[in-house]
């Protein structure tokens, strides 16, 4: 261990050994009791922190490490960091976060990924690339030390990003809902993704890792406004906030009612996936996919029946990623009218064809031309 480690981290000892245990700061206790509001355990538990070392990141471990030492929650955390090595201080990164966690007593958990040869190999977005990477590896984290948490550094910016962005793809209410605090890391797994923080602005956790004399690393990639989300943080956010003030508060409201609304047309369209779901079956890849009849869709609402046709391409697919509005408004048309034979290609290599008042979804042939437009395939179909 080289000398400016021991330092780091004896320095970071000193500081957390002064510290009164029961003198929590507002954040910690903000902290806490949406912890308790998410029903999460207090006992002897395993928990991964997915820690990046910027900001959020980083006040989320230590506002834990505050809770442990004042005998509020008693965790066993696990800082998990996967350096993606898309920048040449990335490795430098990992270690920091390494010597963070260390520093305050805890294990670390240090990965890295080709992100950008994986995105390039798979055809696939850098940042979507990136995103899949580091959850797989959470989640692999996570059943590996038994863990049944992965939280996340997510705030209250980041929930408005979200919706923004969704906004200008043309999202339904489900997406327009943003993140959610709590749910499955996966599909078919058991660990949950948590974030505990969608009530803290990204200056709060600026100010607390400050105010408690703790460093966080700044990624030059947020800087970049090639990105998408960082144009909208760096520029349309402020604009709107010229407007009001109060705007990622009033996004994130809004949000969470719109997050209720979904969740209440999710069930209703649940039971008409069921409804509509016949007994023979269309193949997909290893899935076997009940196909949909065509007359009981056509009755539902259409606010019913778009969320049942994105459930149902989903669990053939395994995830919703490049899934849009307009993807389902083109299955949709395929309900009107009663010749058969018609197509609808969807991205990632998948077509939802009608055929003798069945919808089934069936994978691309090998060679066939993938990427038609689909606004134009719809009007002629």
Known sequence: MNPLTIDFMQTNRRRMASRPPSNLSQFARLLLAE????????????????????????????????????????????????????????RKDAVWVSNLARSLGHS?????????????????????????????????TAKRKKARFVLTGHTMDDQAETVLMRLMRGSAGSGLGGIEA??????????????????????????????????????????????????????????MESFNARVVEAISRSASLLREDSNELRENAAELLKKASLQNH??????????????????APSAQRRRALRQWITDARGDARR???????????????????????????????????????????????AGKDLRRRGKTN
């Not at 030059?220 to 990105?227: C, K, L, R, W």
């Not at 269309?282 to 009755?299: E, H, I, M, R, Y």
């Open 35 to 90: 912890w308790r509001k998410l029903h999460l355990p207090a006992g002897d538990e395993p928990i991964i922190v997915a820690v990046s070392g910027g900001a959020d990141s980083t006040a989320l471990l230590l506002a834990l490490d505050e809770l442990i030492r004042s005998a509020k929650i008693s965790l066993k955390l696990f800082a998990a960091h996967l350096d993606h090595g898309l920048r040449p201080t990335s």
């Open 108 to 140: 670390a958990v240090i990965s890295r990924s080709k992100v950008r040869e994986i995105a390039d190999a798979n055809k696939d977005n850098l940042e979507q690339a990136a995103r899949g990477l580091r959850y797989d590896f959470l989640e692999r």
């Open 182 to 239: 709590v749910r499955p890391l996966s599909k078919k797994g058991d660990v949950q993704l948590v974030r505990p923080l969608l009530w803290a602005r990204r200056g709060d956790t600026q100010n607390y890792c400050r105010n408690h004399r703790q460093e966080f690393l700044v990624d030059e990639m947020n800087a970049d406004e090639g990105y998408a989300r960082i144009k909208v943080r760096k520029r349309l956010l402020p604009l």
């Open 282 to 299: 269309s193949g997909f890849g290893k899935t076997k996919l009940p196909t949909l009849d065509v007359q009981v869709l056509s009755a």
């Open 323 to 369: 899934l849009e509005m307009v993807h389902l408004v083109a299955v949709e048309r395929l309900l009107e009218g009663t010749a058969g034979g018609r197509v609808v290609e969807l991205p990632g290599g998948a077509t939802v064809a009608r055929r003798r008042g069945r919808l089934q979804l069936e994978a691309t042939p090998v060679g066939k031309k």
